[in-house]
């Protein structure tokens, strides 16, 4: 059974600095395109990041509002997907979900419990 469970959310003052992490289990995160996915109150889920598989090697993308500010990578030793926060803003207010897959798939692909991240003074 594929299990997802996002974790490192929490509260943070704007410029701050979060790190996200997804621990997988049932399959290997270096072998699928990975995703990061968050969804804002009364917002529509949003596609916020992905990594490639490293046999495709491991190219990431980001969506343009944060780019310079987020890091997506992977650990393989322990199946875990990341992402760097940095010079965190409000409108970075969310919970943030992991994915299997790239953009398109990620949004309709079973997601962990999620992991809020909250930006305010």
């Known amino acids: 059974e594929m299990t997802l469970v996002e974790s490192g959310g929490g509260l943070v003052q704007p410029g701050g600095s979060l790190r996200l992490a997804c621990v997988a289990s049932?399959?290997?995160?270096?072998?699928?395109?990975m995703s990061w996915l968050r969804q804002a109150p009364g917002k529509e889920l949003e596609w916020v990041s992905t990594?490639?598989?490293?046999?495709?090697?491991?190219?990431?993308e980001y969506v343009d509002s944060v780019k310079g500010r987020f890091t997506i990578s992977e650990d393989s030793a322990e199946n875990t997907l990341y992402l760097q926060l940095n010079n965190l803003k409000t409108e970075d207010t969310a919970m943030y979900y992991c994915?299997?897959?790239?953009?398109?798939?990620?949004?309709?692909?079973?997601r962990g419990p999620g992991t809020q991240v909250t930006v305010s003074s």
């Open positions: 049932g399959f290997s995160v270096h072998i699928y395109s």
């Open positions: 994915a299997k897959g790239t953009r398109s798939y990620a949004l309709q692909a079973p």
């Open positions: 990594i490639s598989s490293r046999l495709s090697g491991s190219r990431t």
